[in-house]
């Protein structure tokens, strides 16, 4: 063979800058040879385009109507466990449960076996067997039961009646047989007859005023104390 015919019948392969150049003018002969990554992005900014501004619109209109919709009062809850109705048709709770806060923030908790509106829209409620819960702001707690009672839930007072029963953290323990209570100023009173025990002693008074949520304890009327014997060795 020929070696000039050889040579002569082979093309050189061109060169990298060669094809890059070639490329570059296919591709500005045609404008659709776009690469396929770029078109995703292009769809990209122009779905965010319409996104965002309908996103933030959204959002304002929720900040301007949020108030109106949390109509409810977030310091004062009700819970109940099922719903029941008496021989007039009147609708009752069962197991109703009432958080709340007093005026310092102290949570109270109020409880029964069966609750009753009093009226169409009434905020007042009607009580079986209640149980108040009181949280001090020592940390220590008060409880008071009764066998009925009244509950007005914008108030916050809490009417007892019928073997009314006062227990306190520290160990007392105090028994009438009407009792009205200030959940909300962390008072009560009664103007009957009253007995009360603990490790001090015994009292009895014609009636009672509680402050600050049970700290001070006064017995009105005529009263008498027993005290333990025993007491003051102890404390000595």
């Known amino acids: 063979m020929n070696p ?3 040579t002569s019948g082979l ?3 061109p060169s990298p800058t060669a094809r890059s150049e070639n490329r570059s003018r296919a591709m500005d002969r045609d404008p659709r040879a776009v690469p396929r990554g770029a078109k995703s992005y292009s769809r990209f900014v122009q779905l965010m385009k319409l996104l965002l501004p309908a996103t933030a619109a959204l959002l304002i209109i929720l ?3 949020w108030p109106y919709l949390r109509t409810e009062d977030l310091r004062f809850r009700l819970s109940f466990a099922a719903v029941t109705a008496n021989n007039s048709e009147d609708p009752s709770m069962v197991n109703p449960r009432y958080l709340g806060f007093d005026k310092e923030n102290q949570a109270f908790s109020i409880t029964a076996d069966l ?3 009093l009226a169409d829209n009434s905020t007042v409620v009607e009580l079986e067997m209640p149980k108040a819960d009181i949280t001090l702001d020592d940390g220590t707690w008060l409880v008071l039961t009764a066998q009925n009672g009244v509950f007005t839930q914008l108030e916050k007072t809490l009417t007892l009646e019928g073997a009314v029963n006062l227990f306190h953290d520290s160990g007392y323990e105090l028994q009438t047989s009407k009792a009205n209570v200030d959940l909300e100023k962390g008072l009560a009173k009664g103007d009957s007859a009253i ?9 009895h008074g014609d009636g009672f005023r509680l402050i600050d949520k049970g700290k001070t304890i006064v017995f009105t009327g005529k009263s008498k104390l027993v005290i333990y014997p025993g007491i003051r060795e102890a404390k000595q």
């Open 63 to 65: 900040i301007l109507v």
């Open 115 to 117: 609750a009753r509106i």
């Open 11 to 13: 093309q050189p392969s």
């Open 4 to 6: 000039a015919e050889t």
């Open 195 to 203: 007995r009360g025990q603990g490790p001090f002693g015994e009292l």
